[in-house]
C-alpha cells in the first residue's frame, strides 16, 4: 500500500538522522528512582522539580477526592462537569497569583497544551486584525495556539527587547498579544519578564506569561515567575502547569476576571472538552497547601543547592553546560548521533538523562537535558556529575 510505503520512509529518514523517538514504560511511581524493563535507575529526567508527585498526602487527598466525586466528570465544565471541587481549585488558585493580577480570578484546564490553545485563540477571537508577538524559543503549544488563533503572528529573536519594541511600535492591531515562556524549557533560562511587561504596558499589549516550568519552583512561596520578579499588572495573562512542580496534573490561566469570562465564552478548547476528574481537583488544593507551606520553601532551598551543585562541579570542555538557575540543565553537545549516543552511555550506568534533537531544539544543538528535583540527594547529584565529565572525555 503506497500511503503506508510512503509513512515508512518518513520513519527511515528519521531513524537515519537520529530522530526516531521512543518511549520507554516505568513500572514505578515518578521519583527519583524508578524502574523501567527490570531495571532500577536514577531519573534526572522529569519535570517533577519539587519531587511531589508520588508525595503520600497527594496520594491520600486523591483517593479522598475520589472517595467524595468518584472517578470522571461525566461533561464539559458547561454543562454538567463543573464540580465542587473544580470551583475550590480556581478560587484558590485565583488567590494563589492574585497579588499580581488586578481582579484576578482562574479558570483550570486538562493540560497546559490546552490552556495555551484557549488563551491564544480566546484572546484573539474577536479581532480579525489581531497581532500575536510570539518568543522564538516559545513551547509547542503557544506556537501552534498561535497558529490556531489566525492571527498575524510576529516571531521575535529570544530575548530580544529591541526587535520586540520596533515590532510593537510598527503594528496597527488593536488586540496585540505578546507569549513567551517564563522559564524556557530547553534552556532553562529566564525571559525578562520586567523588561516585557513595561513594553506591553508600553504599547498597550496584553502579556501572556506561560509559567509552566516555574510555577510552584520560583518565588519565595512558590507562586511562580510573577512572584519571582515582583510583578502586578493588569495586563498580565498567566498560565501555570498542575503536572510539575505541583505534582499532579492539569493547568489554570488566571488573569482579570473579565478575561477569564471571555475564556468561557469564547474559548473552543475549553468549551468543547470534558472537564478532569475531580478528584484530581480535590488533590491539587492539598498540593498548594505544601508548595505554599514550609515544606516547599525547604524543598525549593534543596533545589537551588542542588542546581549550585551541578555549576560548581561540571567540568566540561567539549560540551557546553547552558547557563541557568532553575531545574533545567541542558548540556548542548551539537551533533544528533553523538547525543544519542550519550544518553544511551549513561542509560547503561542507571543514569536516564533526556536526549533532545532537532526540532524541538534548533539544528546543531542537540543536548542532554538533565532536570533535577528537590527529591534528589546531593550524593545523588555527585552521581551525575562524575558520569557527565567521564563521558565527555571518553
Not at 518511549?23 to 527519583?32: A, N, Y
Not at 474577536?126 to 492571527?151: M, T, V
Amino acid at each position: 500500500m503506497e500511503l503506508l510505503s510512503r509513512l515508512d520512509r518518513q520513519l527511515q529518514t528519521l531513524e537515519q538522522h537520529s530522530l526516531i523517538r521512543k518511549r520507554r514504560t516505568v513500572d514505578t511511581p515518578c521519583g527519583p528512582r524508578v524502574r523501567v524493563a527490570g531495571r532500577e535507575l536514577l531519573a534526572f529526567c522529569s519535570n517533577d522539580y519539587l519531587g511531589l508527585a508520588g508525595h503520600p498526602a497527594l496520594a491520600e487527598a486523591l483517593r479522598e477526592g475520589a472517595s467524595l466525586y468518584g472517578v470522571g466528570s461525566g461533561a464539559s465544565h458547561l454543562i454538567s462537569g463543573h464540580g465542587r471541587a473544580h470551583a475550590q481549585l480556581e478560587e484558590r488558585l485565583a488567590q494563589f497569583v492574585g497579588a499580581h493580577l488586578e481582579s484576578p480570578r482562574a479558570l483550570t484546564f486538562c493540560t497546559g497544551y490546552m490552556a495555551n490553545l484557549a488563551v491564544l485563540t480566546g484572546l484573539t477571537a474577536g479581532d480579525k486584525d489581531a497581532e500575536i508577538f510570539s518568543e522564538s524559543l516559545n513551547h509547542a503549544s503557544l506556537i501552534d495556539g498561535a497558529r490556531l488563533s489566525r492571527a498575524k503572528v510576529s516571531v521575535y529573536p529570544h530575548a530580544d527587547l529591541a526587535a520586540l519594541d520596533a515590532l510593537l511600535a510598527a503594528s496597527g492591531a488593536a488586540t496585540k498579544v505578546v507569549v513567551s515562556d517564563s522559564v524556557f524549557s530547553m534552556d532553562g533560562d529566564l525571559a525578562p519578564l520586567p523588561a516585557l511587561l513595561a513594553l506591553c504596558e508600553q504599547h498597550g499589549a496584553w502579556l501572556v506569561v506561560d509559567d509552566a516550568h516555574g510555577f510552584g519552583a520560583l518565588g519565595a512561596n512558590g507562586h511562580g515567575a510573577l512572584e519571582h520578579f515582583a510583578l502586578r499588572s493588569p495586563y498580565l495573562v498567566y498560565m501555570g502547569t498542575l503536572g510539575k512542580a505541583a505534582g499532579v496534573g492539569g493547568a489554570f490561566v488566571a488573569a482579570h476576571e473579565i478575561v477569564i469570562e471571555t475564556l468561557i465564552q469564547k474559548s473552543r478548547p475549553y468549551i468543547f472538552t470534558t472537564a478532569a476528574p475531580p478528584a484530581l481537583a480535590h488533590a491539587l488544593l492539598t498540593s498548594l497547601d505544601l508548595l505554599e507551606g514550609e515544606e516547599g520553601r525547604a524543598r525549593r532551598a534543596h533545589l537551588q543547592t542542588l542546581v549550585a551543585q551541578l555549576d560548581a562541579g561540571l567540568q566540561l570542555k567539549r560540551w557546553r553546560r547552558m547557563p541557568s538557575s532553575t531545574a533545567i540543565q541542558p548540556i548542548v553537545i551539537g551533533d544528533n548521533a553523538e547525543t544519542m549516543n550519550a544518553g544511551a552511555a549513561l542509560y547503561e550506568q542507571g543514569l536516564w538523562v533526556g536526549a533532545i534533537r532537532p526540532p524541538t531544539v534548533p539544528l546543531g544543538t542537540a543536548r542532554l537535558r538533565a532536570t533535577l528535583s528537590a527529591g534528589h540527594s546531593s550524593a545523588e547529584v555527585a552521581q551525575l556529575i562524575t558520569a557527565l565529565n567521564a563521558l565527555e572525555r571518553t
